[in-house]
């Protein structure tokens, strides 16, 4: 069998194996999930706070939030819905990533020569060093650009950026954690070394992410604003 067809044969195995052994006890395995995802999260928000004090408030669509200060409708669901949706998928693919670099590319490169293996190496980190920048430049972008319409819309509102994250947790939480579960389970996986695990991992954290996504959603456009509203007066 060519060392490419065993590499996949050998991932569907992982894959199948991992699976079956979380469903018989997943708590272990979620629960480092949703600590580092909390962990991630935490400390977006904590960026959002920092750079949505320091930052002069903009105008524009920083300004509006649906149900707050603009009626809310069932499209915003929508328009909130596909935004986090490419924020997931891009988190899923560095998931993805990870085991292609960590595990499919070595079983692949254990047929080769030296050359070649060396090769597959260099390929394997490269992929790996990939992911790391391609996650970090998300979280970067998405902590300045959170962070200056926060500023933006508690300036606009009269209020502070604290008091404005304070009404947006509700939503903020649940998506959050959602959001960065593939990057968690990335995490986990790098520090075990279990690259083999991780297209298991991307299956079950998206599948996890989905339904909180969508209930987050609304939250946002329905149930936020109105404590927000309670906040300020």
């Keep these: 069998m060519p060392r490419s067809e065993f590499a996949f044969v050998q991932g569907v195995r992982d894959t199948r194996g991992a699976l079956v052994r979380w469903n018989r006890d997943p708590w272990p395995i979620l629960r480092g999930w949703l600590v580092w995802s909390a962990v991630v999260a935490a ?3 904590w960026s959002v706070w920092v750079i949505g004090s320091v930052t002069a408030p903009g105008s524009g669509a920083g300004s509006y939030l649906p149900g707050f200060n603009a009626p809310a409708h069932l499209s915003d669901v929508g328009h909130v ?4 949706s490419l924020v997931l998928a891009l988190h899923s693919f560095a998931c993805v990533a990870g085991f292609i670099a ?3 590319l070595p079983e692949q490169a254990e047929g080769y020569g030296r050359f070649m293996r060396r090769a597959h190496d260099h390929i394997g980190r490269g992929a790996i060093i990939f992911v790391i920048c391609a996650t970090t430049f998300s979280l970067v972008t998405q902590a300045l650009s959170i962070g200056h319409a926060a500023a933006t819309l508690a300036a606009a509102n009269h209020m502070s950026v604290g008091v404005l994250l304070v009404g947006l947790l509700p ?3 649940p998506e959050l954690i959602a959001l960065f579960l593939p990057l968690a389970a990335w995490l986990v996986a790098s520090r075990r070394g279990d690259w083999h695990e991780l297209l298991a991992a991307t299956f079950v954290t998206t599948a996890l ?3 909180v996504l969508v209930l987050a959603a609304f939250i946002e456009v329905y149930v936020s604003p109105h404590l927000l509203l309670a906040l300020r007066g």
């Design 43 to 45: 400390g977006l928000l």
């Design 81 to 84: 819905l596909f935004r986090n």
């Design 102 to 104: 960590g595990s499919s």
């Design 171 to 173: 939503h903020a939480i």
């Design 209 to 211: 992410a989905a339904p």
